[in-house]
């Protein structure tokens, strides 16, 4: 009995200490953010302090915040002139926004501006004719510039500044953002970092994912309640108030329990599928899905005791700890 009391102690005292550490990671996380945030370009920057007509005037150009810290600025005449001003955080390499037909990176038209270790800025249009580096080429193109395109460091943001011309006036019209942190060599650009597709409606200012993407995004969040907010939770109920009825309650607990992680399993495959479509900046909610995961692999890790005794006190601390944290989760 002294021995199981000692077992059941480490064991609380174990997973005590991973929530504490689970929370102080989320709080890490919460404080890189608000550092890069202060960083980041924001919508209220005067422009005319750095930038050449006609891209200076901030009161004429639209902003949105369209992925990670890309900031999208623009303006559209009736008559198809569009001036886009885009600006992000950077360090090295290029950065490119991209006009696609149908959302995807071949076929598409690209600007991308750098500063050179020398310092030099530049900016080129590519012709995105595949997805290998020699078949991104430079100075090809279906994009009519009627101005001289500019890239202009200011601080720690970088500005592609440029003016297209278009038949028609865009509405919903597919994007492709991107960058890299490797410095283009002979204007050969790197293969990118990271990337996202959006859809921006320049009528309304407003950018979506696609279809597909919505619909795993509802698959994710369905697949991650139904796992970790339900079926944990009635399998850790049951191991609490139905002990009486032995040995049912345990293999009935131990199935509730199984089908529960598959579930979330499935949320996390869901998730990690959403990411590489939309690249979406939530540290935090990815965290926690990390420690949820971590959580639920150790409460069914838990079932291989053969011990029933130990085994409902170990399961109290999982579905504590468990507990504690997918309500943190919900409430992101």
Same mark, same amino acid.
């Given at each position: 009995m002294a021995g199981e009391d000692s077992r059941?102690?480490?064991l609380s005292r174990f997973f005590s200490s991973a929530v504490i550490i689970a929370l102080f990671l989320l709080f890490l996380s919460s404080v890189e953010k608000i550092a890069v945030n202060a960083q980041t370009d924001s919508c209220n920057l005067d422009l005319s302090s750095?930038?050449?007509?006609? %891209?200076?005037?901030?009161?004429? #150009?639209?902003?949105?915040?369209?992925?990670?810290? %890309?900031? #999208?600025? +623009?303006?559209?005449?009736?008559?198809? /002139?569009?001036?886009?001003? #885009?600006?992000?955080? +950077?360090?090295?390499?290029?950065?490119?926004?991209? %006009?696609? @037909?149908?959302?995807?990176?071949?076929?598409?038209?690209?600007?991308?501006?750098?500063?050179? @270790? =020398?310092? @030099? /800025?530049?900016? @080129?249009? +590519?012709?995105?004719?595949?997805?290998?580096?020699?078949?991104?080429i430079a100075d090809k193109g279906q994009l009519q510039a009627t101005s001289p395109p500019v890239v202009v460091l200011n601080g720690v943001n970088i500005f592609l500044a440029f003016q297209l011309k278009f038949s028609t006036p865009l509405s919903m019209q597919p994007l492709i953002f991107a960058f890299a942190s490797a410095t283009p060599n002979q204007y050969q650009l790197?293969? &990118? =970092?990271?990337?996202?597709?959006?859809? %921006? =409606?320049?009528?309304?200012?407003?950018?979506?994912?696609?279809?597909? /993407?919505?619909? #795993?995004?509802?698959? &994710?969040g369905a697949l991650a309640v139904f796992g970790w907010g339900v079926l944990l939770p009635v399998g850790a109920i049951i191991a609490r108030y139905c002990?009486?009825? =032995?040995?049912?309650?345990? +293999?009935?607990h131990s199935v509730i329990q199984f089908v529960g992680f598959l579930f979330g399993l499935a949320s996390v495959v869901a998730g990690i599928s959403l990411y590489n479509k939309i690249h979406a900046n939530v540290p935090e909610h990815r965290a926690l899905g990390i420690i949820i995961f971590v959580l639920g692999t150790l409460q069914i890790r838990a079932l291989d005791y053969q011990k029933m005794a130990p085994l409902v006190r170990i399961e109290k601390h999982v579905s504590c700890a468990e507990h504690r944290v997918g309500l943190s989760s919900s409430i992101c």
């Open positions: 059941e102690k480490s750095f930038l050449p007509s006609p %891209f200076n005037v901030s009161s004429d #150009l639209i902003c949105r915040r369209v992925w990670n810290n %890309f900031v #999208l600025r +623009y303006s559209q005449s009736t008559d198809g /002139a569009l001036r886009i001003v #885009l600006s992000t955080v +950077y360090t090295s390499g290029w950065v490119g926004m991209g %006009f696609s @037909k149908d959302g995807m990176m071949v076929g598409s038209s690209a600007m991308v501006g750098w500063i050179a @270790k =020398d310092g @030099k /800025a530049n900016i @080129k249009q +590519y012709l995105l004719s595949g997805t290998s580096p020699l078949q991104v790197a293969v &990118h =970092d990271d990337k996202a597709s959006v859809v %921006f =409606d320049f009528s309304a200012g407003t950018s979506s994912v696609s279809s597909s /993407a919505s619909q #795993l995004k509802m698959n &994710h002990r009486q009825w =032995d040995p049912q309650w345990f +293999y009935l």
